[in-house]
């Protein structure tokens, strides 16, 4: 057993802890319960990695935009997709200062289905996720977009925004980081599993790194423990398969996300920083008709 764990955190992750990597063995066949893995990987040796003492405030909400109510309430249990987005921003750190990033997250299924990098942690960042969501999702009205209070989201042209496409906004209550624990706990994994463990030179290497776990890994890989230990996209799609719907297994931004910003040319340095990128805003470009916030296109831009 110890090799075949070895093998897990090789092959799948190394970040994985002793419940997923039981899953793992149950899903090649290997019977054998939770415990004894615990036991065996305490006495190999083999631990999950863990999350740094370190923060950086992304989170301004002393200001005097309005604030929308708590809508969400804790209610963390969702059965549909396209009901409830959860959004927030973390900082990445690189050679060149931070890099930040703002994701949005499918309360369901726990799936990513919107994201965006830049140097500015704005609206605009903000807003660039969300679009990206309403190209990939095209929610219905009435959907709940959940955040915290900080200035990006309380922001009139966020608002407005939401309103256009008849979503209700949501915030959690002040410095509450529990009213948003499932967003929360996205970024620790990301952290723990990814940017702890690397050192980025520039933004384009951040949203590299970010398309690839999010896309390659989290979204379709990644067993997570709020939804039995099956990927978000298993999950999403074997719950609508139970509610009588097609699967909804939607484009995911990484075949347009993970290539350099020119073909064939690989730029090296922060020049990379100072050319706006590809990214998912050529993916958007090539949407005809969508419906637009006025983010400027492309979007993982400084």
């Not at 900082?91 to 369901?108: K, P």
């Not at 990301?190 to 970010?210: G, I, L």
């Amino acid at each position: 057993m110890i090799q075949e764990i070895k093998r897990i955190h090789a092959e799948v992750s190394a970040d994985y802890g002793s419940p997923r990597v039981h899953r793992e063995l149950l899903a090649d066949g290997i019977l054998c319960c939770k415990n004894t893995v615990t036991k065996v990987m305490k006495d190999a040796q083999i631990p999950a990695r863990s999350k740094r003492k370190f923060r950086v405030a992304t989170t301004d909400s002393k200001h005097n935009l309005p604030i929308a109510p708590n809508l969400l309430n804790r209610q963390f249990a969702v059965k549909t997709p396209n009901l409830v987005w959860l959004t927030d921003i973390t900082y990445i750190a690189t050679n060149n200062g931070f890099v930040y990033l703002c994701t949005v997250e499918d309360l369901c299924s726990r799936r990513i289905v919107g994201w965006s990098v830049s140097r500015k942690i704005d609206t605009q960042l903000a807003l660039a996720a969300l679009q990206q969501a309403f190209d990939l999702r095209a929610p219905s009205p009435g959907l709940i977009v959940h955040s915290d209070r900080g200035c990006q989201f309380a922001s009139l042209e966020y608002s407005q925004c939401l309103a256009s496409h008849g979503l209700r906004q949501s915030m959690s209550r002040k410095g509450n980081c529990w009213d948003n624990a499932p967003m929360e706990s996205f970024f620790r994994s990301f952290k723990v599993e990814e940017v702890y463990w690397n050192q980025y030179a520039t933004h384009e290497q951040v949203a590299r790194a970010v398309s690839n776990y999010i896309d390659r890994f989290y979204n379709r890989v990644r067993r997570h423990s709020s939804l039995d230990y099956v990927s978000p996209i298993d999950y999403e799609n074997g719950r609508l398969y139970e509610l009588g719907k097609d699967a909804l297994d939607l484009p995911s931004s990484e075949p347009f996300v993970a290539r350099s910003p020119e073909s064939g040319e690989r730029r090296t340095g922060d020049i990379e920083g100072q050319i706006a990128t590809a990214f998912v805003g050529e993916f958007q470009a090539s949407l005809p008709g969508r419906k637009t916030c006025g983010v400027a296109v492309p979007i993982n831009t400084l």
